[in-house]
């Protein structure tokens, strides 16, 4: 069955960084794209970064460019989320999920353009920032 697990989350200091990790496995890896999703709490989910695994064309959210780097290790079939620089405003359980078109362009209509792409989805890591 399709499984995506994610770890890396944890506590930070502002201005710090973290690398989260998404563990893919019961799906052809290169035929999918893999998106990173956040949700604090109070507000809804949002889209933060996606990777096509075949072609490597990529999206991030205006508020993560500059910060985050996604990228993609296919012999692992693990997609990884580097986070830099990280603000409170990135407290978040951060979600990977994967989308069986393949598809990443570098806008999205909305949030809910972007998520709906997505089939499958992990339980979530916990991101916290603080001072």
């Known amino acids: 069955e399709v499984q995506l697990v994610e770890s890396g989350g944890g506590l930070v200091q502002i201005g710090g960084s973290l690398r989260l990790s998404c563990a893919a496995s019961?799906?052809?890896?290169?035929?999918?794209?893999i998106g990173w999703f956040r949700q604090a709490p109070g507000k809804e989910r949002e889209g933060v970064s996606c990777?096509?695994?075949?072609?490597?064309?990529?999206y991030y959210a205006d508020s993560v460019k500059g910060r985050f780097t996604i990228s993609s290790d296919n012999a692992k079939n693990t997609v990884y989320l580097q986070m830099n620089s990280l603000k409170p405003e990135d407290t978040a359980v951060y979600y990977c999920a994967a989308d069986p078109t393949g598809v990443v362009v570098g806008t999205y209509e909305s949030d809910y353009d972007l998520i709906r792409r997505y089939d499958y989805w992990g339980q979530g890591t916990q991101v916290t920032v603080s001072s």
């Open positions: 019961g799906f052809t890896f290169d035929d999918y794209a």
């Open positions: 990777v096509s695994v075949s072609d490597g064309d990529t």
